[in-house]
């Protein structure tokens, strides 16, 4: 970034919707930028300290066990947002409960050419053909360790990927579980993401098997007796025989837990925004009832038996509070702060607390997965 580019950008002391006091005032001036510009522009300024805080301690109703972790709310960042482990502590000090970062690949590689994301503003949706651009598992390792050093709180999960040149993928994430499973709250094996060739095809029922199989002895390699939970993120446009498989193997395979949903190459005919016949993967508000559709579907397939965490379209306390009566103990998101600004985590949190007092539920655990009873 040029002299020029930084001076204006911190006398606009503003980032891609993560200022709070500022937001509505600046949204348009981020918004003639291109979306990845207005988006680098974010995590410069987070790296410096120009980010805002959240509003204090969480209300004690919205506090999360899970994995042996105690999750101080449940909204947390999706993966996508930091994917090089730069800004974690910026991003929790808004107020999620926890941060996932990634995707990670074990080698740097540039994603695919740009323009790769697209807003679509009237939709509150973003479409993107990104395929994992990145720094790779060593500069990750190196900002997850200096993080942790000087950190006092927060959770992180870490999200794996693989380089879109591989051509044994196996192999790729059990690198990025050695690298990175010391570090990690959580690890993710991400299999759904639309932009990269021939990843999906990993939700088939024996090549996750065996994926889930040797991520986990790379993991207990580096960790042998107290190992990260292990997650798989799945996409939200299976079939019902591949919801079965995956649920079937999550259960069989002992998963810690699922990611529902990622982006959908799904195009609802009630988009309007004039990129949406753009290639690539659908976020926001159209995925709202279609991520959640299959979160119920998977906490159903499973019994509850095995912990989801639901994304995909949560803008408001409504969407999210759909998931968790849908099964999700957990629910990210990204897109729409985009939107929303900052201020959207803050307004979920209460909107939370109202609707579980208001159901008669003491605690978060209480209201996973009700709409089933």
């Not at 044994?168 to 990269?196: E, H």
């Not at 995956?246 to 195009?267: D, H, K, M, Y």
Request: aromatic content about 6%; hydrophobic content about 40%; some cysteine.
């Amino acid at each position: 970034m040029g002299r020029t580019a930084r001076t204006s950008f911190r006398r606009l002391a503003v980032s891609e919707g993560l200022l709070l006091d500022r937001f509505s005032l600046t949204a348009p001036l981020l918004r003639a930028l291109d979306p990845e510009t207005a988006h680098d522009l974010t995590l410069w300024a987070l790296r410096r300290g120009l980010g805002p805080r959240g509003t204090g301690p969480d209300n004690p109703i919205l506090a999360v066990s899970l994995w042996g972790r105690t999750f101080p709310n449940p909204l947390g960042l999706a993966a996508g947002f930091d994917k090089n482990a730069s800004v974690i502590g910026p991003m929790l000090d808004l107020g999620f409960g926890f941060v996932e970062v990634g995707s990670v690949t074990p080698q740097p590689q540039p994603g695919n050419p740009r323009p790769r994301v697209f807003r679509l503003a009237t939709d509150r949706a973003v479409i993107n053909r990104m395929g994992f651009p990145g720094e790779g598992v060593a500069v990750a390792a190196r900002n997850l360790s200096a993080w942790r050093a000087r950190a006092q709180y927060g959770l992180v999960g870490v999200n794996l990927g693989k380089n879109k040149e591989t051509k044994d993928a196996v192999a790729d994430y059990a690198a990025g579980a050695r690298a990175l499973a010391a570090l990690a709250d959580y690890l993710v094996i991400n299999v759904s993401s639309p932009n990269t060739p021939g990843l999906r095809a990993l939700q088939g029922r024996s090549e996750l098997e065996d994926l889930i199989v040797q991520v986990r002895a790379a993991r207990d390699e580096v960790c042998p007796n107290d190992g990260p939970p292990l997650l798989v993120k799945i996409a939200p446009d299976l079939g019902v025989a591949e919801r079965s498989d995956i649920a079937e193997v999550a259960l069989g395979q002992g998963i810690e837990g699922l990611i529902v949903s990622n982006t959908t190459l799904q195009r609802p005919s009630s988009l309007r925004g004039r990129h949406r016949g753009e290639a690539g993967g659908l976020s926001g508000q159209p995925l709202s009832e279609l991520s959640t559709a299959l979160l119920s579907d998977m906490y159903g397939l499973t019994g509850g038996r095995v912990p989801l965490i639901g994304v995909g379209g949560v803008g408001g306390p409504d969407q999210a509070y759909a998931k968790i009566r849908a099964g999700a103990s957990l629910i990210q998101l990204y897109t729409a702060m985009i939107y929303e600004g900052p201020g959207l985590i803050a307004r979920i949190k209460a909107g939370l607390v109202q609707r579980l007092r208001a159901d008669g539920f003491a605690k978060l655990a209480e209201a996973v997965g009700a709409d089933h009873a």
